[in-house]
């Protein structure tokens, strides 16, 4: 703040950065194309229906098993995490009741910016998986928790993952009440006695519930457009993904989304104020974290894939503990990563992580226009085929070295990447420096 009071609001650059968010920030971003991949290459339809529709050899199997019990939504978990801390790096001059006017004018217009940015993906690039428009509006809720303390913010943060619980609560009671009638209707069948209605209807509710394990008509014609689509010109397959994008939002994934996001942001706030996203605690309270975390989230999932590989309705735990599982693996991996930077061998290992986070929003936009725009577009490459679990996991990991070497080298010569650059200027309402030069 200058002496005429005047607020000097700056971009966060070179050693005042904090490492381990970067490092964070990298493999997040990096790792979610991972996640990606399979939907930019379909078939979407049939593998939203049934997973196994894209491959299920024993490498697809343990590669999918792999994903859902270790990574599956929480390279979200991280970025929403790093969402609130970030709120608490820029908001450290509001932190007052009467704090400065110039930070709440800030944060809002780098959300509003960044929405843009998600509607520039969604509609130009093409990715109706967009996060950054979902983070956007997730964001703009956000800036009057930033006086609340853990305590509160904890309870707040986990109200998402509750509510999920509790409705899939009923659905897990309802579901062991069926298989309870379905198997007395059996008992019946077996001791040749006639079924009651009671049993007719349970018969007739497991059938159903049986047959949407088949791929039905209207998934087969779905994918028949889906494949038509992707087979097709520029204007079909771009017709077919912003479709895609609006069915999304019209089934209320976009407010699922920002629910989610929102929470778990509020849990990156916390985490921020307890000093744990940041590193501030000792080795012992992270080697105690992770085990806790882990060992509750990777349980719950792993239980989880089991239930869901035996492709039968049975009531299953996961519908309950899902989202609790997903913040806890989350948890796991920033305790992991701060417990691993302190060590030599796994901190020089970690490091080149470093630049991707730096450059995470350009790395983000470029992922799409690999996967979307020139491996799997009728007007590029036009890639087509069943490619299966672990091939798409394969291309995903070599693709991500690639661009972890490529932010490597940029951030030698440049301060930030070119999409961090546009935003930052936007927000600023300034042009930032690009070139790299002495810190």
Known sequence: MTTTGEVLLNPVRGKARIEVLDILRGIAILGIFTMNLPFMAGPSELMLRDFRQIGWEPADRTAWSIIQIFWEGTQRGLLEFLFGAALMMLAAKAMK?????????????????????????????????????????????????????????????????????????????????????????QQHQAQGKPLDKADKKAMEEWQKKLDRFKIDKETREKAEAESKARSGDYVGYATYLWGAWLTFAGKGAIYMGVAEAFCAMLIGIALWKMGIIQGQRSTRFYLIMALVTYGFGLGARALGVTEMLAF?????????????????????????VNLLVRFRVSHAILKPFVAAGQVAFSLYFLEQIIGINL?????????????????????????????????????????????????????????????????
């Open 375 to 439: 491996l799997f577009s009728p007007a590029a490459l036009g890639l087509k085929g069943v490619f299966g679990w672990a091939t798409l996991w394969g291309w995903a990991t070599g693709i991500a070295l690639l661009l972890l070497l490529l932010a490597n080298i940029w951030t030698r010569y440049f301060i930030s990447g070119p999409m961090e650059w546009a935003w930052r200027s936007l927000a600023y309402w300034r042009r930032q420096p690009f070139r790299r030069g002495p810190e």
């Open 97 to 185: 009741p009467d704090g400065p006017v110039a930070v709440a004018d800030l944060y809002i217009r780098r959300a509003l910016w960044l929405l843009l940015f998600g509607l520039v993906d969604v509609f130009i690039l093409l990715w109706p998986g967009d996060i950054l428009h979902v983070y956007a509006l997730a964001a703009l809720f956000l800036f009057p928790f930033r006086h609340l303390r853990p305590r509160v913010l904890i309870p707040l943060g986990l109200i998402f993952a509750t509510a999920i619980a509790v409705f899939a609560g009923f659905q897990y009671a309802e579901r062991v009440s069926l298989v309870a009638s379905v198997q007395t209707a």
């Open 312 to 336: 039968q309705p049975i009531p299953k735990t996961i519908w309950i503990t899902n989202e609790y599982a997903r913040i806890a693996v989350s948890l796991g991996h920033v305790a992991l």
